[in-house]
Nanobody, 125 residues
Framework: QLQASGGGLVQTGESLRISCVAS????????MGWFRQAPGKERVFVAT????????YYADSVKDRFTISRDNDKNTVFLQMTKLKVEDTAIYYC????????????????????WGQGTLVTVSS
């Protein structure tokens, strides 16, 4: 089970950090990812992080503004979002990728086995 939290309403240019606690065994053996879905649009990749907590990959739209991190002791993955834009408004979902099924960090939702319920981030102008 994945529980995302921390979403809310912010203004353009502000920052927000969202979190996801994963109640799954051996959290430190799973890659973790964040995706988002804006109203009327498909779910898209945002960021992903390796089990080593150092290797990361970002969508071009959030590179240099968002930072993904994880705390393996607390079974938690974070997404620090800065310089937020109106177009960042979406429901943000955390997800788990099994590295034994696909060894490379993936941007494809179909490579992720488990999903949280999402947390809504709204950026107003």
């Amino acid at each position: 089970q994945l529980q995302a939290s921390g979403g809310g309403l912010v203004q353009t240019g502000e920052s927000l950090r969202i979190s996801c606690v994963a109640s799954i065994p051996a959290f430190n053996t799973w890659y973790m990812g964040w995706f988002r879905q804006a109203p009327g649009k498909e779910r898209v990749f945002v960021a992903t992080i390796h089990t080593n907590a150092r290797t990361t990959y970002y969508a071009d739209s959030v590179k240099d503004r968002f930072t993904i991190s994880r705390d393996n002791d607390k079974n938690t993955v974070f997404l620090q979002m800065t310089k937020l834009k109106v177009e960042d408004t979406a429901i943000y979902y955390c997800a788990v990728q099994d590295p034994t099924a696909h060894s490379e960090l993936s941007v494809e939702p179909r490579q992720y086995a488990y999903w949280g319920q999402g947390t809504l981030v709204t950026v107003s102008s």
